[in-house]
């Protein structure tokens, strides 16, 4: 079994900044992407940013130049530093792992966190 905790949602005002944390633990072999998603009420689930285990990263045109991902492949975390924050980012964000949990042969999963509340006052 693998388990994912975030930490590091909030309350900010407009302009200001957060830092999101996710630790994958459990039954991993190795990690393969791992990112954010964000919901925001009456809205789908869309894909905020991802990190591949060699460093490639891929942002929403809509967080491009304000938010940063990135991991530590030792500890099994991801983080995204979230700068110059608007209204619009308000959403529950939810961290993701494409995680392999064996080699003979590969079982690989998608795994998620509980998500975390970041609410971006005006």
């Known amino acids: 079994q693998v388990e994912l905790v975030e930490s590091g949602g909030g309350l900010v005002q407009a302009g200001g900044s957060l830092r999101l944390s996710c630790a994958a633990s459990g039954s991993i072999f190795s990690i393969n992407a791992m990112g954010w998603y964000r919901q925001a009420p009456g809205k789908q689930r869309e894909l905020v940013a991802d990190?591949?285990?060699?460093?490639?990263?891929h942002y929403a045109d809509s967080v491009k130049g304000r938010f940063t991902i990135s991991r530590d492949n030792a500890k099994n975390t991801v983080n995204l530093q979230m700068n110059s924050l608007k209204p619009e980012d308000t959403a529950v964000y939810y961290c993701?792992?494409?995680?392999?949990?064996?080699?003979?042969?590969?079982?690989?999963?998608?795994?998620w966190g509980q998500g975390t509340q970041v609410t971006v006052s005006s």
């Open positions: 990190i591949t285990s060699g460093g490639s990263t």
């Open positions: 993701f792992s494409t995680v392999v949990v064996s080699t003979g042969p590969i079982e690989e999963y998608d795994y």
